[in-house]
């Protein structure tokens, strides 16, 4: 990670997330009255990719805990580096990007949860990657997986399309080593935001249907957080609105 010379001294930096986070948990809480729900009923996962673990490390400061990173090898060596930045902080790091198999292995070794989930053989390599690191000591505790739905059923963007995600969660839910959390969503850029959100809503009660314990419901970001919100968001994921324009290339 460069450019170190163009980064605000840690007191800046920390006032300025301070502020970021301010509005952001602002805006969670307007949405979440005007659906006539509790805001405490919606989290904030801050979305860290490219961004610097000194960064993470000021937002932990604040009393953030879930953060969620793309690509394996970047967010492997950040959650490294936040270990000796804060050892003591209570995180949570989030795989939220599109994950290939063979990268299975080694991300079990610091992530939390995979929250792109979208085929049965992702499914498949992460059973045995999670269950290998359980044997081995390197995880305390199964993974747990949100499945990613896909509205619009565009293979390029990643999710399984609605109709394939019901036997999905029944697969997830079959497994030793994992743990069924519920569904993710990212609402197409040519679609609506409240017609998307509604639609994995109601993807959403059909998976809890059947596996009561799959709450949650990871949709919304910066720019469409409200109509996730008012649709029925667990968890809205912010990283522009919270950190600003990315300056590091992603690893």
């Known amino acids: 990670m460069t450019a170190q010379d163009d980064r605000p001294d840690t007191d800046a930096r920390r006032a300025e997330l301070a502020e970021a986070l301010t509005a952001v948990r602002a805006r969670v809480a307007d949405a979440a009255r005007a659906a006539d729900r509790d805001p ?26 879930a953060f969620g990173e ?45 929250d792109s989930v979208d085929s049965s053989r992702l499914v498949d390599a992460l059973e045995s ?36 995600v019901p036997a999905l969660a029944d697969r997830v839910a079959g497994c030793a080593h994992l743990h069924l959390g519920g569904v993710m969503a990212v609402a197409p850029q040519d679609m609506a935001p409240e017609e998307a959100f509604a639609t994995v809503w109601e993807v959403a009660t059909r998976v ?6 799959a709450t949650t419901v990871s949709a919304g970001m910066s720019g469409d957080l409200e109509a996730a919100v008012a649709h029925g968001s667990t968890v809205v994921r912010v990283g522009t609105a919270l950190l600003g324009r990315r300056w590091l290339p992603s690893v």
């Open 129 to 164: 990657a999670a269950g290998k690191a359980l044997d081995a000591g390197e995880r305390a505790d199964p993974l747990e997986v949100l499945l990613q739905v896909s509205v619009d059923a565009d293979p390029d963007r990643g999710g399984a399309p609605v109709d394939e």
């Open 40 to 65: 405490a009923e919606v989290g904030l996962l801050a979305v860290t990719k490219t961004w610097p673990a000194t960064d993470v490390a000021l937002l932990t400061d604040l009393g953030l805990t």
């Open 208 to 213: 809890r249907a059947a596996h009561p314990h």
């Open 70 to 114: 793309n690509k394996e090898q970047e967010g492997a060596a950040k959650a490294a580096e936040l270990a000796t930045l804060r050892p003591d902080a209570p995180v949570r790091w989030h795989v939220v990007g599109r994950l290939q198999r063979n990268k299975a292995r080694s991300l079990v070794r610091w992530a939390h949860a995979v």
